[in-house]
């Protein structure tokens, strides 16, 4: 629910959401770098009971240890282009999932635009070429995305009583 809008110095607006999610259903915050990573982080020390999600994480690598600690998990969605930071290696971004696994933080494979998702697949074999096990490349496609959604126990792996929509070809 919306405040109202009060107005800041400079002309900018600000406008206060009150948050009466209490963990129930996870929050989504576009953060790719490191920085605005540790402004998730801030808000979730303000806001216990949200259950954050980082979207993008371009740079997580970089704090893959506090993103373990505080359980936030990541769904990577650049991970086939270097980091927009020219002192990072060509390959860090293709060693992020390796990284995050690495450090215990869960995680799964994303795209930024619905043309990308049939590239999807790319982004796995890129991630498992830089160090990430294929197991967990094949996870993080699968049964990582539900749960991380909350829907682990409905879908993302084939089970009885699961919900699966599979296509069997010959």
Do not use: C
């Amino acid at each position: 629910r919306p405040e109202p809008a009060e107005a800041a110095p400079g002309g900018s607006v600000h406008v206060t959401f009150s948050v009466e999610n209490r963990g129930e259903v996870p929050i989504f915050f576009r953060a790719d770098s490191d920085w605005q990573i540790r402004h998730v982080f801030l808000l979730a020390d303000a806001f216990p009971e949200l259950r954050p999600v980082i979207v993008g994480g371009v740079t997580a690598f970089r704090v893959a240890d506090e993103l373990a600690e505080r359980d936030i998990p990541v769904i990577l969605t650049r991970t086939r282009t270097p980091t927009p930071d020219r002192d990072d290696s060509y390959a860090a971004s293709f060693r992020n999932a390796a990284i995050l696994h690495q450090a215990g933080v869960r995680f799964a494979f994303g795209t930024d635009e619905s043309a990308d998702v049939r590239n999807l697949p790319e982004h796995v074999a890129i991630a498992v070429s830089h160090g990430l096990p294929a197991q967990t490349g094949y996870e993080a496609v699968t049964i990582r995305s539900a749960e991380i959604l909350g829907l682990g126990d409905l879908m993302g792996s084939l089970e009885a009583g699961k919900r699966a929509d599979i296509l069997v070809t010959d």
